[in-house]
């Protein structure tokens, strides 16, 4: 069994958050991947369901972001789980918006979220870092984080969940390499290589053959008429 925990605070007034964005990854692998309804349970809110072979429970802590470590630990060991069977959805300041990278293990890099998840469960898990980029400034970061994504953002976020869920089911089997594949398939689609012929309406007319210059003389005009 595979725990996928997204990080965020719970609420409405969170919910199109930046911080938010571990709770909206693991909202549309719920959507899309037919998961039980969410239901209270552990301080969270969990959803069951299956990715590939795997059975998968994906997890919302409600304990708010700095003590997400709560309801992870009490779900780790109600089933009995290690702390490699878990991964992480998170937000990630170093990277910029759009950008993903899978990360085994590591510090928690400030982000108290994974700070608090450290502390009961140990560094010894699986993260997805989803990339929303940084204000530019230390004081900035809070305001920032807590705010809603810009209108701006929508375009390449939906992106980005749709290839997070098309790939769940890699995360599942251990298979970091194929998820960013398809994370990359929808964020950034390869271009392809054959060049479109332009439609028959729009290529430029052929031009007429220019005339032959004659330059026979006169007489080897009549000439040629007696042939």
């Known amino acids: 069994m595979k725990l996928f925990v997204g990080l965020g605070n719970p609420g409405s007034k969170y919910a199109r958050n930046r911080h938010n964005i571990g709770f909206m990854a693991v909202d549309r692998i719920a959507a899309d991947h037919g998961f039980s309804p969410w239901k209270s349970k552990f ?74 998840i450290h502390e009961h469960i140990s560094p010894a898990y699986d993260r997805v870092r989803l990339g929303i980029g940084h204000p530019g400034r230390k004081e900035l970061v809070s305001p920032y984080v807590l705010s809603d994504f810009a209108k701006a953002d929508s375009e390449w976020l939906e992106e980005v969940l749709r290839g997070v869920s098309d790939g769940a089911a890699y995360l599942a089997k251990d298979e970091g390499g194929k998820f960013m594949n398809a994370v990359a398939l929808r964020s950034a689609p390869p271009r392809s290589s054959k060049k479109t012929e332009p439609a028959a309406s729009e290529k430029a007319p052929a031009k007429s053959p220019e005339p032959a210059t004659d330059d026979r003389s006169p007489m080897q005009k009549l000439l040629d008429k007696f042939r």
């Open 43 to 116: 301080q969270a809110e969990i959803a069951e369901g299956r990715l590939s072979d795997e059975r998968v429970l994906l997890i919302k802590p409600q304990t708010f972001m700095n003590r997400s470590g709560q309801a992870v630990g009490e779900t780790m060991r109600f089933y009995k789980l290690d702390s490699t069977d878990v991964t992480v959805f998170h937000d990630e300041l170093d990277l910029a918006p759009g950008k993903v990278r899978v990360k085994a293990g590591g510090g928690h890099a400030g982000h108290n979220g994974l700070r608090s």
